[in-house]
């Protein structure tokens, strides 16, 4: 029996008279799908993808490059500034859960609540991460991200668990490998004094984690913490690959 299918940004496979399922990629799509096969083993179903694959096909970027500064309070910040905000599903469910007395029926009731919420919150940060995702890989060339070691970050725990919450590393391998297939590159870069260090005029000000704002008295540059990595995220590539900035 043949069908016809699409898959859309999210990894939704829509198949014709069957409905909508998600497909998880053991690895990336590159290439135009002619066509899917469906198969089941056990319990398990595969979407198997015939892809035609055209080289030296050139993509077209509305922007050459951005820089990405993994936030705190958000997501990420652009280093044009744009926020990406948190996918906080969970907070608001969890947050009413500890107004209860534990043990309660009521509290009971609502730890059910939160643990299926669980499920569903998974599934919206996933679908968040793809749209999000995607929208980077068909906007930048090249996508600049520091390499951060999240192991070492566990000494703070705050820290730690905020990146944890925002799922970040998911989040990159996923840029990662939509960009590959778009025909854009995100590199990783070596952190280097990236929010301690003035995107004015390269001085260094140092500042800890609690500041927000970066302040340079020499060049009387003022910006959000995040935002000012985010831009010297973005130079310290485009140095790192003979490339200027075109802004
Ligand atoms: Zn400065």
Redesign the pocket.
């Known amino acids: 029996m043949r069908y016809a299918a699409s898959l859309d940004e999210n990894n939704h496979l829509l198949i014709s008279k069957l409905g909508t399922v998600y497909v998880n990629f053991h690895r990336p799509l590159e290439g135009k799908v002619k066509q899917v096969t469906i198969k089941r083993q056990g319990n398990h179903w595969f979407a198997i993808f015939s892809v035609e694959k055209h080289v030296n096909e050139t993509v077209d970027f509305p922007v050459p490059s951005t820089g990405i500064d993994v936030g705190i309070q958000t997501f990420a910040v652009l280093s044009d500034g744009t926020k990406v905000e948190n996918p906080r599903f969970l907070l608001k469910e969890e947050k009413k859960l500890s107004h209860m007395k534990k043990g309660s029926n009521n509290w009971k009731k609502q730890l059910q609540k939160v643990q299926q919420l669980h499920i569903k919150v998974a599934n919206q940060r996933r679908d968040f991460f793809h749209k999000q995702s995607y929208r980077l890989s068909k906007t930048y060339e090249f996508v600049f991200v520091e390499d951060l070691n999240i192991r070492k970050m566990v000494k703070n725990r705050h820290l730690a668990k905020a990146i944890h919450d925002a799922g970040w590393g998911a989040f990159r391998n996923m840029l990662e490998y939509k960009c590959k297939n778009n025909g854009g590159k995100l590199v990783r870069m070596k952190p280097h004094y990236t929010s301690q260090d003035?995107s004015?005029?390269?001085?260094r000000?140092k500042k800890s984690l609690s500041v927000r704002t970066h302040v340079?008295k020499?060049?009387?540059?003022i910006l959000d913490r995040d935002h000012n990595a985010a831009i010297n995220i973005e130079k310290a590539g485009l140095d790192l690959l003979g490339l200027c900035p075109t802004a």
Do not use: A, E, P, R
């Not at 004015?200 to 001085?203: H, I, N, T």
């Open positions: 003035c004015g005029c390269k001085k000000v340079c020499s060049c009387g540059t």
